[in-house]
């Protein structure tokens, strides 16, 4: 698999992009095998967290331009051009963070968006301009940033194609943390094994949950986060995480 390199750190698998002739540029081979990569990662117990990065100078410059250019309409709309495999990276149960250094603009913002959370270098920039390109966003741009950062700065950055740089998109809520580019990816590592240090029972539940803030009304949300944490009083974990609390001690997770 020559589009990504995949670099096992105990139970964190790191996933790079690696087209770095076209920064990254997401072509179909890219998006099917990095689809196919993560429902098998998705099944295996070894792994626990999942972080997908870039290089330094680009996470990801988008779709491919060079291989979308010449398709008709028919062509697109018949392929349902990188519809699936996006519907595939949306719906992977363990938590992936994607760690951003340089450009990271159209459907490698949208990928970025599809990961749980963005840690950014702070060389990072984001953006939508498929505008410039005569296309709008199609791997849920145009839905993800409005939510994600709201309508006005949303919708200058889709009319207009223009970047924002690490700070803007911190300030806006697009990223979690700004993190200097020679710790980018040690950091994602770190966070990525915190994470997988938890009950994945809990941590299933929590991403579940929040996922929800996004997809459903308040009330359905808030009803499917009752249940979910209804639903954590049934786990091994529950009870040991609390019991370990009140001995003081550090929690031992069975994941049951
Ligand atoms: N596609 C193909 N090749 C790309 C590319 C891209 N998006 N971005 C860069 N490259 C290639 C360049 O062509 C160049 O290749 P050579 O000429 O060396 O062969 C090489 O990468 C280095 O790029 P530059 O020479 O341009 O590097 P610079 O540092 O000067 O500029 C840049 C960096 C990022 C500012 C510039 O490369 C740039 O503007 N790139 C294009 C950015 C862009 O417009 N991105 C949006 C693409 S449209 C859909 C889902 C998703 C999408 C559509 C539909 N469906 C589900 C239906 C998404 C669409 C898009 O993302």
């Known amino acids: 698999m020559h589009t990504l390199i995949l670099e096992p750190h105990g139970p964190v698998l790191l996933i790079r992009l690696n087209r770095p002739e076209a920064l990254n540029a997401l072509n179909q081979q890219l998006m099917q095998d990095l689809a196919h ?3 098998v990662a998705d099944a295996d117990d070894a792994i626990r967290c999942i972080v997908l990065t870039g290089s330094d100078k680009a996470f990801a410059a988008g779709a491919d331009v060079k291989e979308m250019q010449n398709l008709t309409y028919a062509e697109v709309a018949s392929a349902d051009l990188y519809g699936p495999p996006a519907s595939i990276i949306a719906r992977i149960r363990k938590p992936i963070i994607a760690a951003v250094s340089g450009y ?11 990961c749980d959370f963005i840690l950014a270098s702070d060389t990072a920039r984001f953006g939508q301009p498929e505008v410039n390109l005569g296309i709008i966003a199609g791997m849920g741009g145009s839905q993800r940033l409005t939510k994600l950062i709201g309508k006005s700065k ?10 924002m740089d690490a700070t803007e998109a911190e300030r806006a809520g697009l990223v979690s943390r700004i993190i200097p580019m020679a710790d980018l990816v040690t950091e994602a590592l770190k966070t990525a094994a915190t994470i997988a240090a938890k009950s994945q029972l809990a941590i299933k539940a929590a991403k579940e949950s929040v996922n929800r803030a996004l997809e459903t009304p308040l009330s359905e949300g808030l009803l499917f986060e009752r249940r979910a944490f209804h639903a954590c009083f049934a786990t091994e974990d529950q009870k040991e995480g609390m019991q370990a609390f009140l001995e003081k001690r550090p929690a031992r997770f069975s994941d049951k």
């Open 37 to 39: 990569t993560l429902i």
């Open 154 to 163: 949303s919708m200058e950055m889709h009319l207009t194609g223009r970047m």
């Open 104 to 114: 990271c603009l159209g459907g490698g913002c949208e990928l970025a968006m599809l």
